[in-house]
């Protein structure tokens, strides 16, 4: 789709920073923040929503969902890439898939109940036509995510009636309380309470997913950190910290870092590669930069539906 065919402006990209910081806040909010009447606001939300430039979703927890073993993969091929990457989209425990420039042509994620069931995962992906071989690294916290607290507890037990919900929010997060209540069979005020105690114990929140050129963030790249000194010291800290490091996870494998820049150019890109490579601790860096979305998703238990989301948000928060 060619987004610039719609011809957003600098409000329609204010209207999106504030949606990603809560997908539920009401027009009448929205325009206070950014000056205009609540109708033209609405209006131009919904422009957004029906030119697939937006999406407005609950990313719900790992714990509800039922994934606590995560890792990142760089993928290794023999011949053209985009079948493999094609192939490996279609495994239900890939929820994000890219085409890249770097020494793997595809990095994928995988999400899995348990280690187990993440090494069979990885059997999967071993398995694959045109696989040569597999790089892998387990996510044991994440230090920075845009969407969820780093490795936030769940502090609240969650019934099927709260699923309920939260699978309703996964797919359009601004559903009014009206139309919730009508779907699950409960009363407004009940589906109000229920849904607000959820939000606020961080189930999931409800944010927007948009294409990160939307918000001048063409340039997107993947690295990998390796450190002289413990994960969790000052030199992870201080690149969590940078500001065109928008997600940033410790592990363990053939690195202890791995996250992702995103800038507005190359340039920016290159600049913020070597501000983590200026951190004292630091003993490498390696990156690969970001060219094609095969696949992101939040919801594991379901079809696959594509989203929009910006390639920074690669993980939910694995505590």
């Known amino acids: 789709m060619d987004l610039d065919g719609i011809g957003l402006d600098d409000v329609d990209r204010e ?7 809560d997908g539920r806040l009401q ?5 206070q923040r950014v000056g205009l009447s609540r109708p033209a606001v609405r209006a131009r939300v ?24 995560a890792c990142h993969v760089s993928v290794a091929v023999r011949g053209p890439a985009e079948p493999v990457a094609q192939a490996l989209a279609a495994l239900p425990r890939a929820p994000f898939v890219t085409l890249t420039a770097g020494r793997c042509p595809v990095v994928a994620e995988l999400r899995a109940g348990d280690g187990a069931e993440l090494a069979a995962a990885l059997d999967e992906v071993r398995a694959l036509p045109g696989v040569e071989s597999v790089r892998v690294q387990s996510y044991t916290r994440v230090l920075k995510d845009p969407y969820l607290a780093p ?24 559903l009014p309380f009206a139309d919730l209540a009508e779907r699950v069979g409960l009363s407004a005020g009940a589906t109000r309470a229920r849904t607000l105690r959820l939000l606020d114990a961080g189930a999931a929140r409800v944010v927007a997913l948009v294409r990160p050129e939307i918000l001048g963030l063409g340039a997107l790249c993947g690295f990998a950190v390796h450190l002289a000194g413990p994960v969790d010291g000052p030199a992870a800290q201080r690149i969590a910290a940078l500001p065109e490091v928008s997600f940033l996870a410790a592990g363990t494998g053939a690195a202890e870092l791995v996250g992702t820049v995103a800038a507005r150019s190359v340039g920016g890109t290159r600049a913020a590669l070597d501000a983590i490579r200026a951190v004292p601790g630091v003993r490498g860096v390696e990156s690969w930069l ?18 929009l989301a910006s390639l920074s948000a690669v993980t939910e928060a694995f505590g």
Do not use: C, N, W
């Open 15 to 21: 209207l999106v920073r504030e949606l990603q910081g």
């Open 27 to 31: 027009f009448e909010a929205l325009a």
């Open 46 to 69: 919904q422009r957004m929503l029906d030119a697939g430039a937006l999406r407005v979703v609950a990313v719900v927890h790992p714990a509800v969902q039922g994934t606590t073993a």
């Open 151 to 174: 490795s936030a507890p769940l502090s609240i037990t969650v019934d099927a009636l709260d699923r309920r919900l939260l699978d309703e929010l996964a797919a359009d997060g601004r």
């Open 290 to 307: 970001h060219l094609e979305l095969v696949k992101e998703r939040y919801d594991l238990s379901g079809p696959g539906r594509p989203t």
